[in-house]
């Protein structure tokens, strides 16, 4: 039987131990291990009285903030190239739990853009490998893996999904469970060069059966190249971050569409 973590415990351990308005990781290790509870409640009550984890100090963002980040639950669905970025860039951005899906392996062909693939794990499960490597990055992180295809335990009680599949009708199938559940989830794309970052919400329509009909889907995997992955993982995870913040985003109305061969960013609108 799990017995409650001792909050007042911590939160005296906190101020006695804790100089300044940040927090190193090897005090609040010391903190869990002394009081035998978890990093995460540790940083989580710091990040209440006001206290950084030093490793999230050059985020810029206040110990609310932080707090909202660190509290709040993602789902990726798909950990290859956009998917496994995303995945590293919420750690290191400090988002608490990652529920993280997808049925694969890794394989050669993936070396050249997903950043968790090496020569070393090829034909291991790639949420297998996201689950031992993201606690190196962020220790406190909450992660919650399925070796699996998505299904509705996949977004359960998340805040944001992001779609990080290869398919049209997947992302399709992905966006009606979303919808049922009013979550909002943030779609990317990449071909070559070109890429495009969108959000799907109930209140704009039916963003992913507007650009995945029958008729748009590809034939063939496309060419993906490394420098468009991390750019368009990149614009996903801003726009996950400031969905957790609330901050508001262009994208709420339609899609951006990038170009990085003659470095265009095209916002396109839907119709009302």
Request: with cysteine.
């Amino acid at each position: 039987m799990a017995v409650a973590e001792p909050q007042q415990a911590i939160l005296s351990a906190l101020r006695k131990e804790v100089q300044g308005d940040t927090i190193s990781l090897a005090v609040a290790q010391g903190i869990a291990n002394q009081l035998n509870c978890s990093l995460r409640s540790v940083e989580t009550m710091a990040l209440e009285l006001g206290f950084t984890p030093q490793r999230h100090i050059r985020n810029g963002l206040s110990c609310n903030e932080q707090l909202s980040l660190m509290e709040s639950t993602v789902a990726i669905i798909g950990c290859g190239g956009l998917g496994g970025r995303c995945a590293e860039l919420l750690a290191r951005l400090g988002v608490g739990h990652l529920i993280i899906t997808d049925p694969d392996s890794f394989s050669e062909s993936n070396l050249n853009r997903q950043i968790f693939c090496s020569t070393q794990n090829l034909q291991c499960n790639k949420v297998d490998v996201l689950a031992r490597e993201l606690p190196l990055i962020h220790p406190a992180l909450q992660i919650s893996p399925h070796c699996k295809c998505f299904d509705k335990n996949s977004v359960e009680n998340s805040a944001v999904v992001v779609d990080a599949l290869d398919s049209g009708e997947a992302r399709k199938r992905l966006s009606t469970l979303c919808s049922s559940k009013a979550i909002p989830l943030v779609h990317a794309a990449v071909n070559s060069w070109y890429g495009k970052v969108g959000i799907d919400k109930q209140r704009t329509g039916p963003l992913i059966e507007d650009h995945y009909s029958q008729n748009k889907e590809l034939k063939k995997a496309p060419t993906v190249l490394p420098m468009t992955v991390a750019l368009v993982a990149a614009l996903q995870v801003a726009e996950v971050c400031k969905l957790i913040l609330n901050c508001g985003s262009s994208l709420d109305q339609g899609w951006l569409q990038t170009d990085l061969l003659d470095n265009e960013y095209i916002p396109i609108h839907l119709k009302d």
